[in-house]
Nanobody, 127 residues
Framework: QVQLVESGGGLVQAGGSLRLSCAAS????????VAWFRQAPGKEREFVSV????????YDDVSVKGRFTISRDPAKNTMYLQMNSLKPEDTAVYYC????????????????????WGQGTQVTVSS
């Protein structure tokens, strides 16, 4: 069992930065892949980025690549999402999600691949 707790959301002006945290408990990060998804009002939840259990990193190329950076701190068992050059269209609830290395494979980009979810943290970018 894995528990995930997000934090770090808030209100920021366009062009600003935020760093989201996802604290994991129950399993070390070396045994799980952790992804960030986001859901804007009235829209479906969408993939943002993933850091796989063995160190692979992928971003959604269209919306966030070049502006967002995913990283992890094994000592704190925490995953981070550094978001720079924020735009109003980045406004959403951001969720972290995890799946065991035993379920490696797939695209890592779809919600159904993940077994564990955090409660989400709101990010609002004003213009």
């Amino acid at each position: 069992q894995v528990q995930l707790v997000e934090s770090g959301g808030g209100l920021v002006q366009a062009g600003g930065s935020l760093r989201l945290s996802c604290a994991a408990s129950g399993r070390p990060l070396s045994t799980i892949s952790v992804a960030w998804f986001r859901q804007a009002p009235g829209k479906e939840r969408e993939f943002v980025s993933v850091f796989t259990w063995n160190g692979g990193v992928t971003y959604d190329d269209v919306s966030v690549k070049g502006r967002f950076t995913i990283s992890r701190d094994p000592a704190k068992n925490t995953m981070y999402l550094q978001m720079n050059s924020l735009k109003p269209e980045d406004t959403a609830v951001y969720y972290c999600a995890a799946k065991s290395r035993d379920r490696s494979g797939g695209t890592y980009r779809t919600m159904r691949e993940y077994d564990y979810w955090g409660q989400g943290t709101q990010v609002t970018v004003s213009s």
